[in-house]
């Protein structure tokens, strides 16, 4: 029968668990001299978590010292257990053979023979049948965290001599190779056992990685006193205030130690350290509490460090960004106040990972993608971003009509935004646009049915803009239009309610406040212009309500104002901004929008104030035909001469870019 136990495998590892135990007792003696040294001049925040390294160090050693004690004690009594367990095993096996010889015996037939085999069971009874209990072992330790960044105001100061800080990390560097083979040594030999001995229950076990750990901090202890050794020959000084240090320990800190504007002064080390020691979820707090400032942020991630062309306005994301990008893209991609540059880098990062998973998930299980589903969502962002073999979308004409997503919500309503899904491309760089359009749709447009479609619309008002800038002195490369579905807007019977307008308004805001402050950081002047259509207009009225700092709000196929707003002066927009409106003329869907709400106000009316312009078609000087908008859609392509408000060449497309670049005397068929 047996068991799995080996004799020399529990030997090897009392004798490697016992050697270490007696290595670790003798460190403190060993190290002592340094330390008392190190301690003489080091006095100071920096000095006090160095002693409270070395205490921590001492009491760690201790503790695992015991543990492996303990170890070798366990495994040598379930050695000896083994060893019973393996002598009854003997014994009863010995027995069972005799007891079956005399049990052929007794069926011999023989009477005489039967009598002595009788006689032999008296004396010979069966022995222990219990088998002996397998042992327990249980082997646990964790070194704690040493301190090594003082924080606080750094209004103190440290003293030290860097000599003896140096001939400390020496003689601890020393002691750790020293202990590092013994716990290579007892690494293995628990590994042997653990293999070798099953009958043993291993209960707990954390000693081999917590060893390894503590050697692991010991020699980070050593690399940081060199390095604060470093600090005082660099400074040429005795003396250093604790605020420069801890300018230069900033990647020790503990998570809860480190604001935002710490982060800021950590280099790419520093932070690829931070961020590795449990600082990312840190960050994510950090960039996820309520309230978040955009000009606050946009100053922050700034300081972070990018480039920037001066002749193109073209971002260059740091390294220090990077590193934030990869470590958070779905909080980064949007956060308002970081450049649209690294948004997007951080937004399609996210968007490959959940496109290429999503994707082997419908190969491996079949079937169709739902309508309305995350997957349906993501899809279309795809679609919107890159080709059918997966290469980013670019115009070869126009090379500056790059593609942005700004924004990327891939989550339900309650499962990571409180708006739902939302998602945001644009096209041109946002960065360096020096005249930027937000394109906000109408009722029930979905990310996953008309993102793509929405994104074209896009496209062809920057194209619209594009042919009228080159004539009107504008660099045509300094163009963006947003397609922009933050947030979906109301869908269904919500049409009778302006509640998810408010929602929209708010987001919208949110967007556009972001934007301005990226570009006062990158000291750059953009003309903005939000665009509502039919529901859409309700969204960005109810952002002007609480102030937009948007130059132009256009109203197209407008369903009326929302409450509270009966002219244009309860629209707030930057100094001097102006609202527009175009609805043409038998637009019915826009007529029934303004009584769906039954109390929403005309814009047509004259009080309202808003400068009209001309959707129902013109003829330029030159005969080319401008043509007139026949449907309450934003593009139809022209199908059977129809076309929408958002169709390139049509006389309302074309206001609408000329609104966009500031010529608002060029409107035709204007009514101001």
Known sequence: MGIAFDDGAADALITAANSADEVLRDEGGFLYGAVEQAVQDFNGGYGRLFRDACAIRSDDRGKLAGVLAALAEDVGEAKHRAQQEKARQKNMEAWQQRDNIRKQHLLSGDIAEASVTVATMVLDPMPESTPVPAPAVSAVFSPRDRPRFAGGPGTGTTSADPDKLRGFASVSRTATNTLNSHSVAVRNAWSSFTASCSWVTIETESFVAGFERLLAANAADADWIEQVATAFETAGSGSIEDSMLNRLFIQYAAPNQVGLN????????????????????RLRELLTQPALDPVATATWWSGLGHSVEPATGKVTVGEEQHLLIGALPDVIGNLNGVTATARDLANRKKLLQMHDYLKKYRNEHGGDVDEGSQEGMVNKIWESLYDSE??????????????????????????????????????????????????????????????ASKTKQAYDQRAEQRDLAVPNGIDPARLAVVAWIGVEPAKDLGVFSNDQAKVVGAALRNDVT????VHQNLDNTAMITAVGHSMGSLGVMEAAKAGLPVDNLVLVGDVGAPDNVSSVNNLHLNPGGTVYRGTYTVDYTSVIGH????????????????????????????????????????????KDGIYGYFDKSTESSINQAKISLGLDDQLTNATR
């Open 262 to 281: 710490d982060i800021g002064t950590m280099s790419a080390a520093q932070l690829k350290v931070w961020l590795g020691n449990g600082g990312t979820a």
């Open 390 to 451: 997966g290469k980013e979308k670019t115009d070869r004409l126009d090379p500056s009509a790059v593609r942005q997503l700004i924004s990327f919500v891939p989550y339900g309503l309650k499962q990571g935004s409180d708006t739902g899904y939302g998602a945001s491309i644009s096209v041109g760089d946002l960065d360096a646009a020096k005249h930027i359009s937000y394109q906000i749709p109408g009722l029930d447009t979905t990310i996953d049915h008309d993102m």
């Open 514 to 517: 972001g934007v301005n402050a």
């Open 595 to 638: 009584g769906a709400g039954w109390y929403r106000k005309y814009t047509t009316d004259p009080g309202f104030g808003a400068v009209t312009f001309g959707t129902d078609g013109f003829t330029a000087p030159d005969g080319t035909i401008e043509p007139p908008t026949k449907t309450h859609d934003g593009q139809t392509g022209g």
